[in-house]
Structures are given as structure tokens and as C-alpha cells.
């Protein structure tokens, strides 16, 4: 019987090393939620100059790029900002179960006149001047998360979850709402317009937020109010092998690390 070492040595002499993914001659489609944009595309540019295979990046609200599904999108990839979306996909038979890839969790964006602390917050939500905005329910997750924020607000303050619904402004994520200007972050510039006080979003959109219109403020949830938001991950059942491998990479440490520095948690 020949040795561990002496197989080593084979294999170094012979290049018996893991044959290489095959390549799609046609660009793998990955849809993804808005919210992934900057780290995506990072990890997208990586993964192309390592492989060699070419990706084709869309970005939306994650309900509307189940929709786009579900009406006939060739999507290969789809990285949604909740789990409910890719499960219902995988329901129907035609996607794999989704796994957690990353993690976020809620921050209020705020205008520089407001000076909040997390303290604060549930009762500036609450306040009748204060203009509350938020993602659409269904079509964006980050809606679904805010309005999850209001049913744990109405634990700590009765009837709060009827009048934060009532107020609260759909600015974002639905299939009619406005579009940024070429360039422009939706949320920074949602914010820059004046259209609402107090924005509830993820706290990496927050971050992104502050960074392109620096008066900004992001102010922490408190725990009694945040609410996690778990990401998930489908591969489309039977397609090309290099979009799994893709799926694959995006859980692996170098993309975990990009994820990390848009402030992503791991899963």
C-alpha cells in the first residue's frame, strides 16, 4: 500500500488536483435585494477574476424580484433580504430550501434637527408631527421588519402598533414608488428631499444613508424594538453548475468579509 506521503507526492507530480467548476458561456443571473447592492457587486467583481465566470446583477425589493420570478425571470440566483420570499420559491418545487447568508437588523435614519437617542425613539415615532417612513409591506422586507417593529412598540405602549400603521409613509420598495436619480442611494436621497422625519431601514442602508448626505444622524433601535432580519439564499433547481458555485462562495470567509465591512452580520 503506498504511503499518504508518497500519494502527496504523486499528486503533486501529476496535477491531480480538484477539476475546475465549468464555466456557463452565458452569464450566471442573480437577483438580489437592493439593500446587497455595494457588497454584492464587490464580491460579484471578485468571483469573476477568480473564475472566470461572467455574473449578470439585478437589483430590487425582494418581493417584487420573487414576482419577477414567479412571472417567468430566468433568475439563477436569488439573495433575498428575508426568508419568507426564496421559501415560497422553494414551496413551489422549482428552488432549493434557502439558508441564512447574512444578517441585518433596523436603524432609524433621522434629520439633523432631530437630536434622538435610542431612548427616544418610540416616543418621536409616536409623535403626531413626526413624519415616520418606511419600505412597502410584502414587496420589501424592510417594510415587513418595521411594521414588525410596531407590533413589538405596541407591547410597550398600548395602541402604538394602530398609530404607527396609520402614519407611517410607504416611501420605498413598492412597485409605484419613486425612483432615486442616477447616482443617488433611495434613502439618502428619500431623506435629502425632506419626505419624512424619522426612516426606519437597515442599518447598513443607514450607513450608506450618512455617507453620501453627511447631516444625517442614524439612531440605534433599542432592544426591546429591533428586530433581526435574516437573509436567505436560493439556487434555481437544474440550473448550470456555476451558479450554485457562485450561491457557494457567497457563504465562504473572503465574501463574509466584504460583508462584514457594509456592516452585514454573519449567518
Known sequence: MRSITALMASCLLTACATPPMPLSADPIAVVAAGSLREAMTDIAKAHEARTGQKLSLSFAASGLLRERIEKGEAAQVFASADMGHPQKLADAGSWSPP???????????????????PERLLGALLAPAVRVGTSTPKADPAGDYAW???????????????????????????PSSPKAPAGR????????????????????NA?????????????????????SADYGLTVRRGTHPAAQAFADALLAPSAQAVFARYGFGSP
Open 148 to 174: 414588525a417593529l410596531f407590533r413589538r412598540a405596541d407591547a410597550l405602549s398600548a395602541g402604538a402598533y394602530a398609530t404607527l400603521e396609520r402614519k407611517a409613509l410607504q416611501l420605498t420598495g413598492g
Open 99 to 117: 439558508r441564512v447568508f447574512v444578517r441585518n437588523q433596523l436603524c432609524a435614519i433621522t434629520q439633523a434637527n432631530l437630536n434622538l437617542t
Open 185 to 204: 442611494g433611495t434613502y439618502a436621497w428619500v431623506m435629502d428631499q425632506g419626505q419624512a422625519d424619522v426612516f426606519l431601514t437597515y442599518c447598513t
Open 207 to 227: 450607513v450608506s444613508a450618512q455617507q453620501e448626505v453627511p447631516r444625517l444622524k442614524i439612531v440605534a433601535v433599542p432592544p426591546n424594538l429591533q428586530v
